[in-house]
């Protein structure tokens, strides 16, 4: 819906200069990933669109907050509306500061609330089920196995598995470790399982086999380049349908699944935390849970009064 109503907008706003230079200022600066500068492009194309041929310093919070509601009505989301807002929040912050905008109109402005379901994890069950059994010598079949055992291993995020080098030190089988650049271009390293480990040393022995010459991806496609995200996506959703799987399996299923077993089995938020790449551990909070049985446990070993003398 917002793109819809981004496509209404020219090329020639009055402020589409202005637009650009933050988006420059945001690629070279902050560093940001290319998927959250779409993000941040289409909002604020968005933004131009709504505003017609008005100037963006003459628009005020009342008439911002209309924008809000148009796009609400339009059937955007709570969350869709957040990140929107967050959009034309930094673009009217940086304006001030370099433009010498009066004011940032879209201070204090907040989106409409809406309920955020917790995301969908398999069960350890489940995952045994989807992982189980012996991989045949097939480059194809070690390669899938070898980044869905990865990504469950290590809470990997989809474009942090298709960036990875084969040859770069970032993974080393000898430590059990992968280091992975994720969102805001913060690096981290995390544990690799002993079964990942496995499967990733049977499949670099085979990846010679359809890889480009100098291809330096750890993970390549048919054609022996770097793998595109939508060929992981379509091979997960392809497994789960020969495994019998019911509920639909994707890339960010298995990262749940390992933060929600890890947690579970630990009730150790801040290293889930850290594993996962969250900046913020209320992120962290909304993305795992627990079951009231297991904080329960943590309560009654940790608080004073919890147990009877």
Same mark, same amino acid.
């Given at each position: 819906?917002?793109?819809?109503?981004?496509?209404?907008?020219?090329?020639?706003?009055?402020?589409?200069?202005?637009?650009?230079?933050?988006?420059?200022?945001?690629?070279?600066?902050?560093?940001?990933? #290319?998927?959250?500068?779409?993000?941040?492009?289409?909002?604020?194309?968005?933004?131009?669109?709504? *505003? =017609?041929?008005?100037?963006?310093?003459?628009?005020?919070?009342?008439?911002?907050? &209309? %924008?809000?509601?148009?796009?609400?009505? =339009?059937?955007?989301?709570?969350?869709?509306?957040?990140?929107?807002?967050? *959009?034309? &929040?930094?673009?009217?912050?940086? *304006?001030?500061?370099?433009?010498?905008?009066?004011?940032?109109?879209?201070?204090?402005?907040?989106?409409?609330?809406?309920?955020?379901?917790?995301?969908?994890?398999?069960?350890?069950?489940?995952?045994?089920?989807?992982?189980? @059994?012996?991989?045949?010598?097939?480059?194809?079949?070690?390669?899938?196995?070898?980044? %869905?055992?990865?990504?469950?291993?290590? @809470?990997?995020?989809?474009?942090?598995?298709?960036?990875?080098?084969?040859?770069?030190?970032?993974?080393?089988?000898?430590?059990?470790?992968?280091?992975?650049?994720?969102?805001?271009?913060?690096?981290?390293?995390?544990?690799?399982? *002993? &079964?990942?480990?496995?499967?990733?040393? &049977?499949?670099?022995?085979?990846?010679?086999?359809?890889?480009?010459?100098?291809?330096?991806?750890? %993970?390549? @496609?048919?054609?022996?380049?770097?793998?595109?995200?939508?060929?992981?996506?379509?091979?997960?959703?392809?497994?789960?349908?020969?495994?019998?799987?019911?509920? #639909?399996?994707? #890339?960010?299923?298995?990262?749940?699944?390992? $933060?929600?077993?890890?947690? =579970?089995?630990?009730?150790?938020?801040?290293?889930?935390?850290?594993?996962?790449?969250?900046?913020?551990?209320?992120?962290? =909070?909304?993305?795992?849970?627990?079951? %009231?049985?297991?904080?329960?446990?943590?309560?009654?070993?940790?608080? #004073?009064? $919890?147990?009877?003398?």
């Amino acid at each position: 819906m917002a793109r819809r109503v981004a496509e209404r907008a020219t090329a020639t706003h009055p402020d589409d200069e202005l637009v650009h230079a933050y988006l420059d200022a945001l690629t070279h600066q902050r560093r940001l990933s #290319p998927a959250t500068l779409t993000v941040y492009r289409q909002s604020l194309e968005v933004l131009c669109a709504l *505003a =017609q041929d008005a100037r963006l310093e003459t628009l005020d919070t009342p008439r911002l907050r &209309r %924008f809000v509601g148009l796009l609400h009505a =339009q059937g955007l989301s709570g969350r869709t509306l957040a990140k929107t807002l967050s *959009a034309w &929040r930094g673009l009217y912050h940086w *304006a001030v500061r370099h433009r010498r905008f009066r004011v940032n109109p879209v201070q204090g402005l907040r989106s409409p609330k809406s309920p955020r379901p917790l995301p969908k994890a398999l069960s350890v069950e489940e995952t045994e089920q989807l992982l189980a @059994g012996e991989v045949e010598d097939v480059p194809q079949l070690l390669r899938d196995r070898a980044m %869905f055992e990865l990504m469950y291993s290590s @809470g990997l995020r989809l474009a942090e598995l298709v960036a990875l080098d084969a040859s770069d030190g970032r993974l080393d089988l000898r430590q059990g470790e992968v280091t992975v650049t994720g969102k805001g271009s913060k690096t981290r390293t995390v544990p690799v399982g *002993a &079964r990942a480990r496995e499967v990733l040393r &049977r499949w670099l022995e085979a990846r010679a086999q359809i890889a480009a010459v100098e291809e330096r991806a750890l %993970f390549v @496609g048919a054609r022996g380049r770097r793998i595109a995200p939508r060929v992981v996506n379509a091979r997960l959703k392809a497994l789960a349908r020969r495994r019998g799987m019911r509920m #639909p399996v994707h #890339p960010h299923v298995l990262r749940h699944s390992f $933060a929600s077993h890890v947690l =579970q089995s630990s009730q150790d938020l801040r290293a889930v935390q850290e594993m996962l790449g969250h900046s913020s551990i209320s992120t962290t =909070q909304v993305y795992t849970h627990l079951d %009231f049985q297991a904080l329960a446990k943590v309560y009654d070993a940790a608080h #004073p009064r $919890a147990k009877r003398k």
